[in-house]
């Protein structure tokens, strides 16, 4: 039986919004997203500003697994997005996730190691996606945020675990050059990084959180290292 500690933790309202179906989000599985409000990064390009800077969310964590309760037999996993989902203490909701018969996917910027690795000792996590936001020269430039150190700990954390995971970056050609990801490319290859690499082409949206335009930098893939598979979305 929970405490009334843990009650509490699941029925903060922390849910900014749920996707309920998705074959997308999480390779060859049926799932659904929940979207965690806020987030530690400030990244130029993001468009889910409202989630960013959402104070609390819509729903509790109590209300998800409701949800999945309806949804055991149909879909396979829950992925946990955002914002930043480990701004929020993910581990009693997991547990009541994996509880329910869910795999687990976690998209995550990777600046909170410790939760990370807790959840991988645990065994509560089936598979990360990691942004590689920027080299590290201008990791800070884009993200708004001093935590290239933790992102690189959590990194080496899945390559050491042999952790089922994918990098992935997103180019607006304007922030990142064919140099840029070349360097990208460079250190996941020198970590021992073999996955595919993902490489998501900028959404243009109004409501990105610099008022970014469209690219005017031509990007040539054509200059791009082949010591990865990469793969744009």
């Not at 701004?87 to 009541?96: G, P, R, T």
């Not at 996917?105 to 645990?122: A, E, F, P, R, V």
């Amino acid at each position: 039986m929970s405490t009334n500690k843990e009650s509490n933790s699941l029925n903060t309202r922390a849910v900014y919004d749920i996707t309920k179906f998705t074959h997308l989000d999480y390779p060859d599985h049926l799932a659904c997203i929940v979207w965690l409000s806020g987030c530690n990064m400030r990244c130029d390009y993001c468009y889910n500003k409202d989630i960013v800077f959402a104070k609390e969310g819509s729903h509790t964590f109590v209300d998800v697994l409701e949800f999945l309760k309806s949804r055991v037999g149909l879909l396979e996993a829950v992925v946990l997005s955002g914002g930043e989902a480990t701004m929020h203490d993910l581990e009693e909701f997991c547990i009541a996730i994996k509880d329910l018969g869910f795999k687990i996917k976690l998209d995550t910027n990777g600046t909170d190691y410790k939760q990370i690795k807790k959840l991988i000792d645990l065994g509560l996590l089936d598979f990360v996606a990691l942004d590689y936001k920027a080299p590290k020269e201008k990791f800070t430039q884009i993200t708004h945020s001093n935590k290239y150190e933790e992102f690189s700990k959590t990194l080496d954390l899945l390559l050491d675990r042999d952790f089922d995971f994918e990098a992935r970056t997103t180019l607006h050609s304007d922030l990142l050059s064919e140099d840029d990801i070349n360097n990208i490319i460079q250190d996941l290859k020198r970590r021992g990084y073999k996955n595919n690499y993902y490489i998501q082409s900028f959404l243009d949206t109004e409501t990105n959180i610099a008022n970014l335009q469209a690219p005017t930098t031509t990007f040539d893939k054509s200059q791009l290292l082949d010591e990865l598979n990469i793969i744009w979305r």
